[in-house]
C-alpha cells in the first residue's frame, strides 16, 4: 500500500470509507493529515480511535459510524469535502458500488481504490 500512500499529499484531510482499525493510520499521521474514518463497526472505529491516541493524532482523528452510502450523503449536506477519499477493500461489501464511487467523488478530489 506504499504506492497509496505516496499519492496523499502531507497535511491532507483524507476521509477513509470501511476503515476498520485503521492499518494507514500512521503514515498518513506522520504525514500530518486529518483522518476521518467511516466504518460499520463501533469495535474497529474504538481501535482506531484508541490507537490515534496512544500515538498522539486524536485531535485529528474523526469517527463516523454506520453505512458508507448513509455516511457519505451526510457529509456531504454538510459541506465536509476531502482532498483524498480511501475507498480500501469495500466495493465488495456494499449494495451499490456504482453509488458509493459517486458519493466519494461527490467529497474528494482524488479517489484511491484498492
Do not use: N
Not at 5 to 11: E, K, Q, Y
Not at 35 to 54: N, Q, V
Amino acid at each position: 500500500m506504499r504506492w497509496m500512500l505516496d499519492m496523499v499529499p502531507d497535511g491532507a484531510r483524507v476521509l477513509d470509507v470501511g476503515a476498520q482499525e485503521g492499518a494507514y493510520y500512521p503514515s498518513l499521521a506522520e504525514k500530518g493529515c486529518e483522518i476521518h474514518a467511516i466504518d460499520i463497526s463501533e469495535k474497529a472505529l474504538m481501535s482506531s480511535h484508541e490507537r490515534a491516541a496512544r500515538l498522539g493524532y486524536a485531535d485529528r482523528f474523526h469517527a463516523h459510524q454506520g453505512m458508507a452510502e448513509d455516511v457519505l450523503p451526510r457529509l456531504a449536506d454538510e459541506g465536509q469535502f476531502f482532498d483524498v477519499v480511501i475507498l480500501g477493500e469495500i466495493l465488495e461489501h456494499v449494495r451499490d458500488p456504482k453509488l458509493l464511487l459517486d458519493l466519494a467523488e461527490r467529497v474528494g478530489s482524488l479517489v484511491l481504490i484498492t
